[in-house]
Structures are given as C-alpha cells and as structure tokens.
C-alpha cells in the first residue's frame, strides 16, 4: 500500500515534468512489448555467445545446428546446457563482488575534480566525481603487480574464471535493476526528475529515476558504465591475451592490435571522462536493466567477444593486412575524436571561436525546464558538426569495425560488435532528435535545415 500510495503521488509529480522533454512517459503497446523482447532476449543472448565460444570455439552457429541435427531436439538441448552452461563458482563470485567493492572504494576517496553534467529536465545541474583515469591507472597496476611480482594470480585469471565471473555479474546486474527500480519509488534522489510510463515492464527496462546515487556525489549511472564496466575492458583483453600466450606460447599480432585499438578507445573515455557527463548515457537515459543489468553483464562480455575468439582461434594478420586494420581504426578514433573536440571548444567559449579557419556558425537557443526557468545553449552547425548532427558516429562505427576486422573473416560472431553498434547508434539519433525536438523547438528546427544529414551526409 505504501509504494502503491508513493507511486500515485510520484505519478502527479512526472505529470508536470518534461512534458516536451527527457525520457518517453507515454509508451506504446508495441513498445511495450519490445521492451519485454529486450529483458528476455538480450541475457539468454549473452549466454548463448558464452557457449558458442567455451564449447564451440566461438562458432555462431555450431550449438543451434548440434539441436537441429539431433534425432531428440529436446534431449540433445538438455545434454548440451548441461555440459555447456557455466557454473557457480564461490571463488568467482567473492572475486567480483571484491572487484566491485574495491572500485566503489577508487570511485568514492580517490582524488577528484569535479565535473558537471547538462542541466536535467527539471532544472538541476549535478556535480560529478571525475577521477577514473587515475582509478583506471591503480586498477592495472594491481592487476599486473599481483600478477607479475607478488604471484597472487595469473594475468589470466579472469579468463579462467569467466564463467563463474558471468553468473556473479548477473546476480549483481539483476539486484541493481530491481534496487534501483523500488529506489525510484521509496528514497529517489532527485523526485522531480523521474519518468513513469505505467508500464512495468518498459519502466523496469528503462528506469524511472534520472540520477539515482547515494549521497550528493556517488552517481550510480557515471560508476557503474565507467568503472566495474570500462575499466575492466582494458583487464579483461589482457587477461584473454594472457591466456593466449599461455596456451600457444606466444601473443599474435591481432590480439596486441585488439588491445591497442580497445585501450586508446576506454583511455579516451577516461582521459576525457568529463566530456562524458554531456553524453546522452549520463544527460538522456534514466537507471533500469539497461543501464544497471547491462553495465554490469552485457558491456564486459560482449564487447570482448573478440578477445574470446582471438584466443579460442589464432588469427595472425599479415603485415597488410595489421596495417589497414590499423588505419580504419585509428583513422576512426581521429574522426570521433576531433567531432567531439570541436563541440566542447564552442561551448567552453560560449561559440567565440573559430571552426576549421572560420568563425563557428551556432544557434543561439533557449530552453524552460520543470521549474520554469529559462535557461542558454548553442547547437553548433559548421564544422564537422555541419556536415551532419552526428558525425562523431562515423568515426565510432569505423573503430568499432577495426576491432571485429582483427579477427579476421572465418567467423561473423566477432562482428556481432559492429552490428550491434549500427543499431545502437541509429536508434541513439532518433532518440536524440525526439528529445532535442522537444527541448529546443524552433531551433531544433532550424538547426535541421541547416544540416540536413543525420550520419552520413548526402547519404542519411
């Protein structure tokens, strides 16, 4: 009765705020219903790319074809998830839960500037603790004296353990989702910048609460993507590498590509992790699954799935074919990175700057949030930022395609990374221009016909 009376007066509250902006309250049936899709399918996808790579060496296909062509579909299903899923590991289990815990502990007393994100649907403008490259910095130096000089593990001590490691995520993921989805309602931290849409299932997909964290500075969602998640990207491919070298006594050229190409791109993050809080994860998408379940189970497992397979299948790169791999990529990383530079020198200089030899061309905008303030920004239209809305997009895409292409072409599992960032990137578009039609009205407009393209110019 007490969350039943909360949410009706949580209701009342979001009925007055972000009527034109912020996350969708009014959804579909058929959004609904692909929200339910989503919670079901993307763990029991997880787990079949787990069992493609331990059993079958990251064959897409072989654990699908073993049921098909068996004579018992149902019996040949049941032997196979048997001998193939992944089991509770305690050992495991207390190694990532001391993972979590030691960063939370990096996150909350190491050294840290400040930083600030955009301001929020209802007027806030939320202070952020900015330290994880030197958290990303301890972490690996521990990883590597642990290993290397004390001997208190093997480098590939992750890989060793993944399986158990995959469990233990899930059962983190899954209490952070539901935590979360009951915070929202009993002790949210800022009330009157949630969303609800009357729907559990797309409520508990998305999340209600904007910016749920405990205290003033420990964000949820700037901790749980950067942190458990990223920093352990870069530890996990060393680990996998680590196995590597272990199993065929040495590390193939694609593998140290691999590495190099995933440890310029989280480095980046890092190293520019104030540039993130303006980003639409921190500025747009509210706390559910897809952040707390996703952050903790789907990032570390499936943007390593190369890792897996370089390990499970040795792919050496000729010296041509390194060296494109490593143009795409790297000329990718230039691309994204230097869209990005041009947006954060035109706000740190409120648009009195110059664009590629010119005066930058911006739209001076204004916009009201939930407590009837006005407030300033620039949406910026030369540039690259002229070329189309979301040019830093195609340099994401072209380094994500490097990392896949260090795998070579006998399997399309290690592609899965590039599919899957097309759609997430062309759905991140339309969920920009659906809140920045909203948030910026005629300006957004105007902005539109001025650059017309969305990724590609001339193109789409």
Known sequence: MAVQASAQKAKKVDAQVGKTWGRDRDVSFGTILISLGILVLSPLWVLYTYISCNGYNCAMSAPAL???????HLAALKTLLIRELPRYSPYATRLFFSWLLFQAALYAFLPAKIGYGQRTPAGHLLPYKVNGLLAWTI?????????LYFGWWNLSIIQENWGGLLIAANLYGYFLTFFSYFKAYTFPSHPADRKFSGSFIYDLLMGIEFNPRLGKLFDFK?????????????????????????????????????NLLHATYVLDFFYNE??????????HDHFGFYLAWGDSVWLPWMYTLQSHYLLRNTVDLTAAQFTFVFVVGFT?????????????????????CMIWGKPAKVIRTSFVTSDGKTHKSLLLCSGYWG?????????????????CMTCGTKHLLPYFYII???ILLLHRIQRDHTRCRGKYGKYWEEYERIVPYKLIPYVY
């Not at 073993?66 to 018992?72: H, K, L, T």
């Open 387 to 403: 070329l189309s809305r979301h040019f830093n997009y195609v340099g994401d895409l072209l380094i994500s395609l490097a990392m």
């Open 66 to 72: 073993e049921v098909y062509n068996s004579a018992d």
């Open 332 to 352: 990718g990383y230039f691309i994204f990175r230097s869209v990005n530079h041009q947006k954060d020198v035109v706000r740190s200089t409120n648009g009195e």
């Open 274 to 283: 104030d540039w993130y809080l303006r980003t639409i994860d921190i500025a």
């Open 420 to 422: 899957y960032m097309a």
């Open 222 to 258: 700037l901790f749980h993507n950067g942190r458990p998640g990223i920093v352990a990207w870069t530890m996990i491919n060393l680990s996998f590498a680590a196995a590597q070298y272990q199993k065929i006594g040495y590390v193939t050229n694609s593998m140290i590509l691999l």
């Open 139 to 147: 972490s690996h130096a521990v990883y590597a004296a642990g290993g």
